[in-house]
């Protein structure tokens, strides 16, 4: 499966996630974090690494019950 081929992710475009291996094994994905994503500390929200986990996570059960009948 080719990243183009998952269901729609706005937030993911929002923040910039793009998945770069997809497999029923697993999943890669980069993020190039900008100023928008920063708290005012100036480190990166740790709601970032959340959405990072959770959309990961979710295209990982995805692609893993595609390939396994679920």
Same mark, same amino acid.
């Given at each position: 499966?080719?990243? /183009?081929?998952?269901?729609?992710?706005?937030?993911? /475009?929002?923040?910039?996630?793009?998945?770069?291996?997809?497999? &029923?094994?697993?999943?890669?994905?980069?993020?190039?974090?900008?100023?928008?994503? *920063?708290?005012?500390?100036?480190?990166? *929200?740790?709601?970032?690494?959340?959405?990072?986990?959770?959309?990961? &996570?979710?295209?990982?059960?995805?692609?893993?019950?595609? &390939? /396994?009948?679920?």
């Amino acid at each position: 499966m080719q990243p /183009n081929d998952l269901p729609p992710a706005p937030f993911d /475009n929002e923040i910039g996630l793009r998945y770069t291996e997809l497999s &029923a094994d697993g999943v890669v994905a980069q993020l190039t974090v900008t100023p928008a994503l *920063h708290q005012p500390m100036g480190i990166v *929200h740790g709601g970032v690494w959340c959405t990072m986990v959770e959309s990961m &996570a979710s295209v990982s059960a995805f692609l893993w019950l595609s &390939a /396994n009948g679920g």
